[in-house]
């Protein structure tokens, strides 16, 4: 007898998280096929999102794999190598059943029939142990360790940035460290802050938070192209570091970056500096906004079109009365760092005297919509091309997601985070629920706290889930959404932590959308998924209960 579970066929149990992460398909009969020179026996199959991943029970030569159903032809897959794993890439529906052949290169056969699952699985390959940090505690994400992670276009290897200012490259068909670099070293606070991969996969573009703000170019053997640094523009002491918060690339390779400074209170003023760069792939400035001075107000994140035709950011200071506004969407002209627009969302009042906007300010890839997200809780669809042309801007539709509500006569409203876009769907996170009286925390969690929401051009919701944690910055790709989930700070349900995925090309809502989960007993504080598909990265970061307890452990885990 085999058992199918969890998006596998398998004749021993698999991980626990497997098991938690899918239902149970039930339980099937299997033959192997016989044949004159029998190979090594299979001992399991794990569907994943792109194929499945065999395992024998011992290590052979592998010429070939063959893989056929009733409802589709056979495929031959040349393997060429002498492994106890081997991954077949091919598309499956879900609940058909397809017979696996494993040939070795003197002819020997191993086959085995399985069908598949209704839901791929997910497991991990290896994971990447990390240095040693200290935990935050679990009651505050602002207090979380970070770090961030990112694969290459050819989905050959995966860049690691750590909370303690280390850069890793890794090769993901081993796990092997190809080089590391220790960037930042001796500052508390100073870490890697963004990385992003070169669009032809050739260079490595970092970004830190430290006293100089370096943004790094590197080639894949690790050796420096160029750097610069924003430290000489905003200042820094070694309670309040600059950052390149976020970087974004076109298509043909220049580099958008936000810089921001949160540099503390000034008298009874709380104060921000920021400035947009751009740079071409040699390093070379190509403009910066402004041009002449910094914005007295905080920049956390930049998006561009991929021909580089607009760049777009929003402003937040949590206060009132900068030179530059708070809550302001701001379109510029990527190839001069020219502003086209901007648009400043006025506070809700009586519950805010600002509107800050954090991380979602997007844009379509062919620049024609802009959406963005208030903290308050307020998203907006802007329609850039019709701004272009009449010169007035304002917002095409507004959603009051998850604005302030009275429970028990407490304000509480969720946190607005991050947006995106994937073809013609916009995703808004919505995070943390937050009281407005600072003499009573929130009684309960707000009803559209720690959820998305999908919305179609028009604002028409198309579905919505609860994430019932912290979700990160996602990873996403024509297909995929890839969510990391750290604590629940008013439910605090320690079984939330993980990664989640889904498929937006799913017809139907949130349910059928969901196609795997992991879980880790951290927080999972970042994620990327590769370009290929196949690979998931999961970054864990322990975190400190009340009672001292950690949980979890500072590494990446590598999911196929």
């Known amino acids: 007898m085999t058992l199918i579970t969890s998006g596998c066929t398998e004749k021993s149990r698999e991980s626990e998280n497997s098991t938690v992460a899918q239902a149970s398909e039930g339980v099937q009969g299997i033959e192997e096929s016989s044949n004159s020179k029998v190979g090594v026996p299979i001992d399991s199959i794990v569907f994943s999102r792109t194929g499945a991943l065999i395992t024998l029970k011992e290590e052979e030569d592998i010429s070939q794999v063959k893989i056929s159903s ?18 077949a890439a091919f598309d499956w529906e879900p609940k058909n059943q397809y017979k696996f052949e494993v040939i070795t290169g003197d002819g ?8 598949a699952p209704e839901k791929p699985a997910l497991k991990e390959e290896y994971a990447i142990e990390l240095e040693d940090v200290t935990p935050g505690p679990i009651d505050k994400t602002s207090a979380n360790v970070e770090g961030v992670t990112k694969f290459s276009p050819d ?24 080089w590391e670099k220790q960037l930042v070293e001796g500052i508390a606070d100073a870490r890697i802050a963004d990385i992003e991969f070169s669009k032809d996969g050739k260079n490595l573009i970092v970004g830190e938070e430290s006293p100089d703000a370096f943004i790094y170019c590197f080639d894949l053997n690790g050796a420096e192209i160029w750097k610069f640094g924003a430290g000489q523009d905003l200042g820094s002491d070694l309670d309040h570091l600059p950052a390149m918060k976020k970087m974004k690339l076109d298509s043909k390779g220049n ?59 929003g402003t937040t200071s949590f206060t009132e009365g900068n030179k530059w506004k708070d809550g302001t969407a701001h379109v510029l002209d990527g190839n001069t760092g020219k502003e086209d627009w901007n648009y400043s969302i006025p506070p809700l009042e009586p519950f805010f005297d600002y509107s800050a906007i954090w991380y979602s300010t997007q844009i379509t890839p062919d620049g024609e919509k802009l959406i963005t ?11 850039n091309s019709e701004i272009m042309e009449t010169g007035v801007p304002e917002a095409k539709w507004q ?31 919505i995070g943390s629920t937050f009281s407005k009286d600072k003499n009573n925390e929130a009684p309960i969690e707000h009803p559209n706290g720690n959820s998305l929401f999908a919305y179609d051009t028009d604002g028409n919701l198309l579905w919505k889930w609860r994430l019932d944690g912290y979700a990160g910055e996602c990873a996403l790709n024509d297909k995929y959404l890839v969510i990391p989930i750290a604590q629940n700070l008013v439910t605090e349900d320690r079984n939330v932590h993980g990664v989640y995925v889904f498929d937006i090309s799913k017809s139907g809502g949130s349910n059928s959308k969901l196609v795997q989960s992991y879980n880790t007993e951290g927080l999972t504080v970042s994620a990327d998924i590769s370009a290929d598909g196949r690979y998931i990265a999961a970054l864990e970061v322990p975190a400190r209960l009340d009672d001292g307890t950690v949980l979890g452990d500072y590494k990446v885990h590598i999911l196929t």
């Not at 009733?70 to 991954?87: A, G, Y």
């Not at 958008?256 to 947009?276: D, F, H, P, Q, T």
């Open 399 to 429: 959603a009051n997601i998850s604005t302030p509500i009275l429970v028990s006569g407490v304000p509480i409203y969720g946190s607005s985070n991050y947006a995106y876009i994937i073809n013609n769907t916009f995703i808004f996170s």
């Open 373 to 383: 997200m208030a903290s308050d809780g307020r998203a907006f669809l802007f329609d």
């Open 155 to 178: 989905s050959k290897y995966l860049a690691i940035g750590t909370h303690g200012g280390s850069l890793k490259l890794i090769e993901l068909a081993t796990g092997e460290k190809v």
């Open 70 to 87: 009733t409802n589709s032809s056979t495929e031959s897959i040349d393997i060429e190598k002498k492994d106890s794993q081997v991954f």
């Open 255 to 313: 580099i958008y970056v936000a810089a921001s400074r949160a540099c503390g209170y000034i008298g009874e003023k709380y104060k921000y500096l920021g400035r947009i760069y751009s740079f071409d792939p040699e390093g070379k400035m190509r403009w910066k906004f402004p041009e002449s001075e910094l914005m007295d107000i905080g920049v956390t994140w930049i998006d561009t079109t991929p021909d580089g035709k607009y760049a777009v950011f």
């Open 108 to 115: 020997a056969k191993s086959a085995l029939e399985v069908y």
